[in-house]
């Protein structure tokens, strides 16, 4: 079992910006793709940005120039930085993770965006 330890999130005003923070149990190079999904209101379970291959990384349209998906290396530690937030970016986040086939997915964190 791979638990996915999620931190950060809240009530944050439109044109602000939020870090959200994922720990996994062991090296976040040993997963073959590490990221984060979004649950808005309503909507299915959608990713926002994923790193795969440990090197290579995907955004979605809706947040690509907005959001960057660093890693912390010595923390092991991956980090959404989320910057210029808008409404539509409220909804649940949720840390995700994959071993080939097999996909793991944190508890889940608010984010809250406000006009």
């Known amino acids: 079992q791979v638990q996915l330890v999620e931190s950060g999130g809240g009530l944050v005003q439109a044109g602000g910006s939020l870090n959200l923070t994922c720990v996994p149990p062991?090296?976040?190079?040993?997963?073959?793709?590490m990221g984060w999904y979004r649950q808005a209101p309503g909507d299915q379970r959608a990713m926002v940005a994923l790193?795969?291959?440990?090197?290579?990384?995907y955004y979605s349209d809706s947040v690509r120039g907005r959001f960057t998906l660093p890693r912390d290396v010595m923390k092991n530690t991956l980090i959404l930085q989320m910057t210029n937030l808008r409404p539509e970016d409220t909804g649940v986040y949720y840390c995700h993770a994959r071993i080939k086939t097999d996909q793991y997915w944190g508890q889940g964190i608010q984010v809250t965006v406000s006009s």
């Open positions: 062991r090296p976040i190079f040993s997963f073959n793709a």
């Open positions: 790193m795969v291959a440990g090197d290579k990384t």
